[in-house]
């Protein structure tokens, strides 16, 4: 019973932060056009390493079978290297773009590493009172 108890925590924790974060991120960082194809890329890539993950992790710790126990971590730490590595070079950050920035900014080639500093001129609607700006 304590076993289910703490995986019911971890999993209220974990899809309340960061767990949910990832269909955000992947939804927020492409373009306006590829916006929908790119998420049904991560469902799938989500759904497909989730079934390789469920069915080679049993064999991967059961004694009788790949007997890795406790060194599956150097398996799981070696794969979070590869994704930091790859996230910080290939995701960009988009906190305070607007699309219209975003689309831009993937127009202009500016690598990921480098969104925080560019700077993108935005052309918006404004109204004073009665008057409209454009």
Not at 90 to 111: C, N, Q, S
């Amino acid at each position: 019973m304590l076993p289910v108890a703490f995986m019911a925590i971890w999993a209220f924790i974990y899809q309340g932060t960061i767990g949910s974060a990832a269909w955000v991120i992947s939804s927020e960082n492409a373009t306006s056009r590829l916006r929908s194809p790119t998420q049904s890329l991560v469902t799938i890539t989500s759904g497909l390493s989730s079934c390789i993950w469920s069915f080679a992790l049993p064999y991967a710790i059961n004694p009788d079978q790949g007997n890795l126990g406790g060194k599956i971590a150097f398996i799981f730490g070696a794969v979070m290297v590869f994704s930091f590595v790859f996230i910080w070079f290939m995701v960009p950050e988009t906190a305070g773009r607007t699309f219209a920035e975003i689309d831009e900014l993937y127009k202009r080639g500016v690598p990921a590493w480098k969104w925080s500093q560019t700077e993108v001129l935005t052309v918006v609607e404004a109204t004073d009172g009665d008057k409209e700006f454009r």
